[in-house]
C-alpha cells in the first residue's frame, strides 16, 4: 500500500482512460458505460482533491526520462488540487447529463463517449504536470481530443468552420507557450519544473518577462480573453451541449490555471505591470463579453459570450492579486487570489448548468434560436428552474455563488485602491470597480432577455409548442449544479477553507475575506456578508409583502381570462422579441460594438408604393476579425505564395537547398 499511495491522485485519470476503452469495445451501450466511468473518475477525483486541500499536503511521481535534463513527471500541490476539484465537480454532473442526452445523439456515440473520457484525462494531466514535457503533451493532447468534439457534428459547414479556427488558435498559442517556456528553460537548464521553480529568483528580468508575454498570449488565447477569443462563440456553440459545459466551464479555467503558476510559482514574482496588463485585459473582456452577449439570439452563442465576460472577472482578480504581491501586500493579494480563484468555481457550476440547460432545450425543440422560443415554462418547467437558477446566480444575485466571488472581487479591488501605490493605481482600481458593476447590470439584463423570451410568453414557433420536459438523468445532471450554486452562495466559508492553503502556498498569508455564516457584527472596510441572514432577509420581506398585500388587499382570488390586445386575440408576433429588448444597449453602446441593421423591403407588382414584405437583419460588425484577423491572413497568405516559388518540383535543386542549410547551420555554431 505504501508503494501504491503515491499514485493514488492519477487514480482519475486511469479511470478516464477505462472509460475511453470502454467506448471502443462495448458497442451495445456506448453512451451508458463510458459516461458512468467518467462519472466514477469524477467522484474519485473530487475526493482525491477535496483530501489534498484538507491536508496541505503535495504528492510527487515521476515516470521516466526522456532525456538527461527532463522527465516526464506530475505532481498534486494545492493549486492543482483545487482545479482537480473544479474538473471533477463539472464532469459529474455533465457525465450524468450525457447518459440521457446521448440517447437521440446522431453520429459515432462511441467516438464521441471515447473522446470525452479522453478529455477528461487530458484536462486532468494538464493541471497535474510537473515538468514541461509533460504539461506540453497533456496540452496538446487537451487541444487535439477537445478539437475533435468540436466538429463531432463535422457534415455542417459551420462546424466544420469552427473547429478549424480553433484548431489554428490553439495550435497558435501552443506555440507562444512553448517559447514561453523556453526561456524559463534557458535560465534553469532543466525541464523540470523542480527546477525552473528553484531558479526563478535568478531570472534576468527580460527573461522574466519575455516568458510572462508568452505564457499571457497563449493561455489568454486558451482562455478567450479579448482580442484572442474569436474560435471561443464559435467552437463552444458547435459541440455536444454537455461538452459545451465542459470546454466554457472548465477547459478555459486550465489557462487561468496556466497563468497562475506561471506568475505565482514557475516566473513569478513578477513586476506591477504584470498586475496591471491582465487587469486591464479583464476589464476589457468583461464588458465587450457582455455586450457582444446581449446582442446574439443564439443561445448557445450567447453563454460563450459571457465566458468571455466571465473570464474578464476572473482576471480581474488575478491582475490584483498580483499588483498587491509586487507591492508587498500578500494578505491583499491571498484575498484578491481568493476572489479568482472562487470565481473559477462558480463560473464553472453555473455555466455548465446553463449549457447543459440550453442542451435540454435544444434537445427537445431542436433550435438555439431565441425568436423561435416562448413558452417554455409550462412545457419543461423542471428546465426553467434550473436554467432560472443559473441565470441568477451569472447575474450575480444573492444569495447564489456568482454574487460572494464578485463581492470578495470587489473587496480586492477595494483593497487595491487603497493601498496607498499611487493615484494611478487608485484611479485604475476604482474605475475597475465601476465597470465590474457594470458588467453585472448587463449581464442581469442579458438573462431576463435569455429566460423572459424563451421560457414566457406565448411558443414562437411550432417546435416550442411541441416541446416537452427531458428525462431524469439529465435534470439529474442540472439538479446537482443547481443545488451547488445554492450551497456555494450560502456556505462560502468552506471554500475559502480549501483555498487557505492555495494561497499560503503562492503569496505567503491565508485570505481573510469579509464572510461569516452568523449575522452582522462588527463592519470591515468593504462590509460584512452573512450569506445566511442574506437569505433570511430575503425570505422575510417576501414573506412580508405577502401578509401586506392580503392585509391590504384581502384574500386572493384566482380569474382566468383572456390579456387584453385592443379586443383582439394574443399572437406570439404581438410580443417582445429578442431583437427589440436588447435595441436600447445596442443605441447606447453602439461605439464600442459597432452594429449594423439590414432593412430589405419586397413590393408588390413592382410599384413602389405598395409593399409585400419587409425583411430585417440585426448584429454587430466584427472589428477583431475586419481589422486584425483578416489583414493577418492575407499578409499569410501573401508570404506563402511567394514561399511557394522555391518549390520548384526539381530534385537538384532541394538538394541544393540542403546543402546551403547544413553550410549556414555550421557557420552558425562553429
Same mark, same amino acid.
Given at each position: 500500500?505504501?508503494?501504491?499511495?503515491?499514485?493514488?491522485?492519477?487514480?482519475?485519470? %486511469?479511470?478516464?482512460?477505462?472509460?475511453?476503452?470502454?467506448?471502443?469495445?462495448?458497442?451495445?451501450?456506448?453512451?451508458?458505460?463510458?459516461?458512468?466511468?467518467?462519472?466514477?473518475?469524477?467522484?474519485?477525483?473530487?475526493?482525491?482533491?477535496?483530501?489534498?486541500?484538507?491536508?496541505?499536503?503535495?504528492?510527487?511521481?515521476?515516470?521516466?526520462?526522456?532525456?538527461?535534463?527532463?522527465?516526464?513527471?506530475?505532481?498534486?500541490?494545492?493549486?492543482?488540487?483545487?482545479?482537480?476539484?473544479?474538473?471533477?465537480?463539472?464532469?459529474?454532473?455533465?457525465?450524468?447529463?450525457?447518459?440521457?442526452?446521448?440517447?437521440?445523439?446522431?453520429?459515432?456515440?462511441?467516438?464521441?463517449?471515447?473522446?470525452?473520457?479522453?478529455?477528461?484525462?487530458?484536462? %486532468?494531466?494538464?493541471?497535474?504536470?510537473?515538468?514541461?514535457?509533460?504539461?506540453?503533451?497533456?496540452?496538446?493532447?487537451?487541444?487535439?481530443?477537445?478539437?475533435?468534439?468540436?466538429?463531432?457534428?463535422?457534415?455542417?459547414? #459551420?462546424?466544420?468552420?469552427?473547429?478549424?479556427?480553433?484548431?489554428?488558435?490553439?495550435?497558435?498559442?501552443?506555440?507562444?507557450?512553448?517559447?514561453?517556456?523556453?526561456?524559463?528553460?534557458?535560465?534553469?537548464?532543466? &525541464?523540470?519544473?523542480?527546477?525552473?521553480?528553484?531558479?526563478?529568483?535568478?531570472?534576468?528580468? !527580460?527573461?522574466?518577462?519575455?516568458?510572462?508575454?508568452?505564457?499571457?498570449?497563449?493561455?489568454?488565447?486558451?482562455?478567450?480573453?479579448?482580442?484572442?477569443?474569436?474560435?471561443?462563440?464559435?467552437? +463552444?456553440?458547435?459541440?455536444?451541449? +454537455?461538452?459545451?459545459?465542459?470546454?466554457?466551464?472548465?477547459?478555459?479555467?486550465?489557462?487561468?490555471?496556466?497563468?497562475?503558476?506561471? *506568475?505565482?510559482?514557475?516566473?513569478?514574482?513578477?513586476?506591477?505591470?504584470?498586475?496591471?496588463?491582465?487587469?486591464?485585459?479583464?476589464?476589457?473582456?468583461?464588458?465587450?463579453?457582455?455586450?457582444?452577449?446581449?446582442?446574439?439570439?443564439?443561445?448557445?452563442?450567447?453563454?460563450?459570450?459571457?465566458?468571455? #465576460?466571465?473570464?474578464?472577472?476572473?482576471?480581474?482578480?488575478?491582475?490584483?492579486?498580483?499588483?498587491?504581491?509586487?507591492?508587498?501586500?500578500?494578505?491583499?493579494?491571498?484575498?484578491?487570489?481568493?476572489?479568482?480563484?472562487? +470565481?473559477?468555481?462558480?463560473?464553472?457550476?453555473?455555466?455548465?448548468?446553463?449549457?447543459?440547460?440550453?442542451?435540454?432545450?435544444?434537445?427537445?425543440?431542436?433550435?438555439?434560436?431565441?425568436?423561435?422560443?416562448?413558452?417554455?415554462?409550462?412545457?419543461?418547467?423542471?428546465?426553467?428552474?434550473?436554467?432560472?437558477?443559473?441565470?441568477?446566480?451569472?447575474?450575480?444575485?444573492?444569495?447564489?455563488?456568482?454574487?460572494?466571488? #464578485?463581492?470578495?472581487?470587489?473587496?480586492?479591488?477595494?483593497?487595491?485602491?487603497?493601498?496607498?501605490?499611487?493615484?494611478?493605481?487608485?484611479?485604475?482600481?476604482?474605475?475597475?470597480?465601476?465597470?465590474?458593476?457594470?458588467?453585472?447590470? !448587463?449581464?442581469?439584463?442579458?438573462?431576463?432577455?435569455?429566460?423572459?423570451?424563451?421560457?414566457?410568453?406565448?411558443?414562437?414557433?411550432?417546435?416550442?409548442?411541441?416541446?416537452?420536459?427531458?428525462?431524469?438523468?439529465?435534470?439529474?445532471?442540472?439538479?446537482? !449544479?443547481?443545488?451547488?450554486?445554492?450551497?456555494?452562495?450560502?456556505?462560502?466559508?468552506?471554500?475559502?477553507?480549501?483555498?487557505?492553503?492555495?494561497?499560503?502556498?503562492?503569496? *505567503?498569508?491565508?485570505?481573510?475575506?469579509? &464572510?461569516?455564516?452568523?449575522?452582522?457584527?462588527?463592519?470591515?472596510?468593504?462590509?460584512?456578508?452573512?450569506?445566511?441572514?442574506?437569505?433570511?432577509?430575503?425570505?422575510?420581506?417576501?414573506?412580508?409583502?405577502?401578509?401586506?398585500?392580503?392585509?391590504?388587499? *384581502?384574500?386572493?382570488?384566482?380569474?382566468?381570462?383572456?390579456?387584453?390586445?385592443?379586443?383582439?386575440?394574443?399572437?406570439?408576433?404581438?410580443?417582445?422579441?429578442?431583437?427589440?429588448?436588447?435595441?436600447?444597449?445596442?443605441?447606447?453602446?453602439?461605439?464600442?460594438?459597432?452594429?449594423?441593421?439590414?432593412?430589405?423591403?419586397? +413590393?408588390?407588382?413592382?410599384?413602389?408604393?405598395?409593399?409585400?414584405?419587409?425583411?430585417? #437583419?440585426? *448584429?454587430?460588425?466584427?472589428?477583431?476579425?475586419?481589422?486584425?484577423?483578416?489583414?493577418?491572413?492575407?499578409?499569410?497568405?501573401?508570404?506563402?505564395?511567394?514561399?511557394?516559388?522555391?518549390?520548384?518540383?526539381?530534385?537538384?535543386?532541394?538538394?541544393?537547398?540542403?546543402?546551403?542549410?547544413?553550410?549556414?547551420?555550421?557557420? !552558425?555554431?562553429?
Amino acid at each position: 500500500m505504501a508503494d501504491i499511495e503515491p499514485y493514488l491522485f492519477l487514480a482519475p485519470v %486511469a479511470v478516464y482512460a477505462l472509460g475511453a476503452l470502454l467506448a471502443l469495445v462495448d458497442r451495445h451501450a456506448p453512451g451508458r458505460s463510458p459516461h458512468a466511468a467518467a462519472l466514477a473518475g469524477s467522484l474519485i477525483g473530487l475526493f482525491v482533491a477535496v483530501r489534498a486541500l484538507l491536508a496541505g499536503t503535495t504528492q510527487q511521481v515521476a515516470t521516466f526520462s526522456i532525456v538527461p535534463f527532463a522527465s516526464i513527471s506530475f505532481r498534486l500541490d494545492p493549486l492543482s488540487a483545487f482545479f482537480l476539484l473544479v474538473i471533477s465537480l463539472v464532469a459529474a454532473a455533465a457525465s450524468l447529463y450525457a447518459i440521457g442526452y446521448l440517447r437521440a445523439e446522431t453520429g459515432s456515440v462511441a467516438g464521441l463517449s471515447a473522446a470525452y473520457n479522453g478529455f477528461l484525462a487530458a484536462m %486532468a494531466l494538464v493541471i497535474l504536470a510537473d515538468s514541461v514535457f509533460a504539461f506540453l503533451f497533456a496540452w496538446e493532447a487537451m487541444s487535439l481530443v477537445s478539437f475533435f468534439l468540436v466538429i463531432h457534428n463535422h457534415r455542417q459547414d #459551420e462546424v466544420r468552420r469552427a473547429g478549424f479556427i480553433y484548431l489554428v488558435m490553439t495550435h497558435a498559442s501552443s506555440a507562444f507557450l512553448l517559447g514561453g517556456f523556453l526561456v524559463l528553460f534557458a535560465n534553469a537548464g532543466s &525541464l523540470d519544473f523542480a527546477a525552473i521553480r528553484s531558479a526563478a529568483a535568478n531570472l534576468p528580468p !527580460l527573461s522574466r518577462d519575455l516568458a510572462f508575454l508568452g505564457a499571457l498570449i497563449a493561455f489568454g488565447t486558451k482562455a478567450g480573453v479579448i482580442p484572442l477569443h474569436v474560435w471561443l462563440p464559435r467552437a +463552444h456553440p458547435a459541440a455536444p451541449s +454537455h461538452v459545451s459545459a465542459l470546454m466554457s466551464g472548465v477547459m478555459i479555467k486550465t489557462a487561468v490555471y496556466g497563468l497562475v503558476r506561471i *506568475g505565482f510559482d514557475l516566473a513569478g514574482p513578477g513586476p506591477a505591470w504584470w498586475g496591471g496588463l491582465i487587469l486591464a485585459l479583464g476589464v476589457i473582456s468583461a464588458v465587450l463579453g457582455v455586450l457582444y452577449a446581449l446582442m446574439e439570439h443564439d443561445l448557445k452563442r450567447l453563454l460563450a459570450y459571457h465566458s468571455v #465576460e466571465n473570464i474578464g472577472i476572473i482576471l480581474m482578480g488575478l491582475g490584483a492579486a498580483l499588483l498587491l504581491a509586487s507591492f508587498g501586500q500578500p494578505a491583499g493579494a491571498a484575498l484578491a487570489l481568493v476572489a479568482c480563484l472562487f +470565481h473559477v468555481l462558480n463560473h464553472a457550476v453555473f455555466k455548465a448548468l446553463l449549457f447543459l440547460g440550453v442542451g435540454a432545450v435544444q434537445h427537445s425543440t431542436h433550435t438555439r434560436d431565441l425568436e423561435a422560443l416562448g413558452g417554455l415554462i409550462r412545457r419543461m418547467p423542471w428546465t426553467a428552474a434550473a436554467f432560472l437558477v443559473g441565470s441568477a446566480a451569472i447575474s450575480a444575485l444573492p444569495p447564489l455563488n456568482g454574487f460572494v466571488s #464578485e463581492w470578495i472581487t470587489f473587496q480586492s479591488l477595494l483593497l487595491l485602491g487603497t493601498s496607498g501605490s499611487g493615484p494611478t493605481v487608485a484611479i485604475g482600481a476604482a474605475g475597475a470597480a465601476g465597470l465590474l458593476a457594470l458588467t453585472g447590470g !448587463l449581464a442581469a439584463f442579458c438573462f431576463v432577455k435569455a429566460f423572459g423570451i424563451a421560457f414566457l410568453g406565448l411558443p414562437r414557433s411550432a417546435a416550442a409548442d411541441e416541446a416537452h420536459e427531458v428525462g431524469k438523468p439529465m435534470l439529474l445532471g442540472m439538479g446537482l !449544479l443547481a443545488l451547488l450554486c445554492f450551497g456555494l452562495g450560502l456556505l462560502p466559508t468552506f471554500i475559502v477553507r480549501l483555498l487557505a492553503p492555495v494561497t499560503n502556498a503562492l503569496t *505567503g498569508a491565508v485570505a481573510q475575506p469579509s &464572510l461569516s455564516l452568523v449575522p452582522l457584527t462588527a463592519p470591515s472596510r468593504g462590509g460584512n456578508l452573512a450569506p445566511l441572514s442574506v437569505l433570511g432577509l430575503l425570505i422575510a420581506l417576501g414573506v412580508l409583502a405577502l401578509l401586506l398585500g392580503r392585509l391590504i388587499g *384581502g384574500p386572493g382570488r384566482s380569474r382566468v381570462s383572456p390579456p387584453w390586445v385592443c379586443g383582439i386575440e394574443l399572437e406570439p408576433s404581438m410580443q417582445y422579441s429578442a431583437t427589440a429588448l436588447a435595441k436600447p444597449v445596442r443605441i447606447i453602446f453602439r461605439g464600442l460594438i459597432r452594429p449594423y441593421r439590414e432593412i430589405e423591403r419586397q +413590393h408588390k407588382s413592382g410599384v413602389a408604393y405598395f409593399v409585400s414584405g419587409v425583411s430585417y #437583419e440585426a *448584429g454587430v460588425h466584427p472589428i477583431y476579425e475586419r481589422y486584425f484577423y483578416n489583414p493577418a491572413v492575407r499578409m499569410l497568405l501573401m508570404l506563402a505564395n511567394q514561399v511557394r516559388l522555391l518549390q520548384t518540383g526539381s530534385l537538384r535543386m532541394y538538394l541544393s537547398y540542403m546543402f546551403a542549410t547544413l553550410v549556414i547551420v555550421l557557420l !552558425l555554431t562553429r
